[in-house]
């Protein structure tokens, strides 16, 4: 067979100054689709992440009757169907490397009453869907695929769907969303019970959209009672910027001597901001300029300044808040002074790439002291001192985006580079990240 893999030495770098932009929040482009596809009427979508992830989502939505468009400007239109009047796709839905877009649209196909496969890289097609299953067969969906519960997998929605009380057992947005998304169009109350909180994108977005969604907060769990028959009023949203994508520039800018780099328009809702305080505690200069409010969520500018990083024991509790920073985290430490540990991040092994595993083999390579723990890694840092991996050493990415965008920072901080096997995995959640990285080091 053909090796289309795209290999990239990301070689050590000058400062990072400037200003630069990232692309839109990932989670929310996935929303706005979504939610605009049940609105009737016309939704605009501002700044929506062009990423593949992101155009599995649209393309799903067509194909079950929405009409997804960009415009000339940029901006992205959508005519809803309506909650309940999704069609029966005549494919397979082909959901690329995508978890949320699987894991929330089989939600949403579980409450109509439509059949669809989904199917899915090799990636996506090993990790665990019973995830989701489980609490939308009580709802009263059907799935038929293997009994390992990944993909492909076949969703037999059913209408009037059965209302349940859920309580989550992994701490996970995507499941807690598709519950969420299959009550829209479930009649009475359809309730999830959080023990821990985790992004509340769809939380605050269904209650733009005119839905009737009730937070109660009590004794650290959250519980929400997604109100069903709901209608949904179309929609002008503005996306800002992924922090998930912003921690990339933040962690190069702090390891790279000399940086001087503002980082603009970065969403920081706190249920996804947890990196940038980790790394304030680290020691990182990272100041909030031109606070603001887009789109229903905190932004801010982010100004990050090279600064010598010390090891800390991370606390478990916030790994929900930087869920997906975790591998770039793992670069910082890696350069930081003394040792870092990680605990409790056993949901790290159902990404994309078994991210703990990974980032162990792809840090010790790049030459970092790393310790691979069931449940997270400890990393004794150089203390600034640049990386110096073995000549032949090559990142195995593993269609992993976060893997090649976290190794290529580790490039920049290394004495002799860093060669990572495959950057096409990084056009699933930022597809200008090489651009901007050499616009920002030059
Ligand atoms: O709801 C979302 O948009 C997401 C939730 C998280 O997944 P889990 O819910 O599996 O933790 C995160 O890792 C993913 O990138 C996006
Ligand atoms: C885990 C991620 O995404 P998904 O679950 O949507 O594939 C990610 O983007 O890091």
Redesign the pocket.
């Known amino acids: 067979m053909q090796d289309h893999s795209r290999p990239h030495r990301f070689l050590p770098s000058g400062p990072l100054t400037g200003r630069v932009r990232v692309p839109g929040d990932?989670s929310i482009s996935h929303r706005s689709i979504m939610l605009g596809a049940l609105a009737v009427g016309e939704t605009r979508v501002a700044g929506l992440l062009e990423g593949e992830?992101v155009l599995a989502t649209a393309a799903a939505m067509q194909a079950m009757g929405a009409q997804v468009e960009r415009k000339p400007d940029g901006s992205w239109s959508i005519h809803g169907v309506g909650v309940g009047g999704l069609l029966q796709p005549h494919s397979s839905l082909e959901m690329g490397?995508?978890?949320?877009?699987t894991r929330l649209l089989m939600g949403l196909v579980a409450s109509h009453g439509i059949t669809a496969t989904f199917t899915g890289d090799a990636s996506?097609s090993g990790r665990p869907m019973g995830r989701v299953t489980e609490p939308l067969s009580l709802m009263g969906a059907q799935f038929h695929g293997n009994a390992r519960g990944t993909l492909p997998l076949t969703t037999e929605g059913i209408c009037p769907a059965v209302p349940i009380a859920y309580r989550l057992p992994v701490a996970s947005a995507?499941v807690k969303s598709a519950i969420m998304l299959a009550g829209l169009n479930t009649p009475g109350i359809t309730t999830v019970i959080e023990p821990v909180p985790t992004r509340d994108h769809s939380e605050r977005m269904l209650a733009g959209f005119g839905a009737k969604v009730e937070i109660e907060e009590a004794d650290g769990e959250r519980i929400i009672r997604v109100h069903g028959d709901a209608e949904l009023r179309p929609q002008e949203i503005e996306v800002p910027g992924d922090p998930?994508s912003a921690a990339f520039f933040a962690v190069a800018a702090l390891l790279v001597e000399g940086s001087d780099l503002v980082i603009e328009n970065v969403g920081l809702n706190p249920t996804r901001a947890g990196l940038f305080d980790v790394l304030r505690k680290m020691g990182g200069s990272i100041e909030e300029l031109n606070a603001r409010e887009v789109g229903g969520e905190p932004v801010a500018d982010l100004h990050v300044r090279h600064s010598l990083l010390n090891g800390i024991d991370v606390d478990p509790a916030i790994a929900p808040s930087m869920i997906?920073e975790f591998p770039v985290l793992f670069v910082a430490a890696a350069l930081a002074k003394g040792r870092t540990t990680t605990t409790g991040l056993e949901e790290l092994r159902v990404?994309?790439s078994d991210r703990i595993a990974t980032m162990a083999a792809a840090l010790s390579g790049a030459g970092a002291q790393v310790e691979e723990r069931d449940d997270g890694l400890v990393i004794h840092g150089t203390g600034g001192a640049p990386l110096r991996g073995s000549a032949n050493s090559r990142t195995k990415t593993r269609l992993d985006?976060?893997i090649a965008m976290s190794m290529a920072i580790a490039g920049l901080a290394s004495q002799d580079g860093v060669e990572v096997d495959d950057t096409r995995p990084i056009a699933t959640?930022f597809p200008n990240f090489m651009d901007l990285l050499a616009g920002a080091e030059a």
Not at 97 to 101: E, M, R
């Open positions: 990932k992830d490397n995508s978890g949320t877009s996506l995507q998930s997906d990404k994309e985006h976060r959640s």
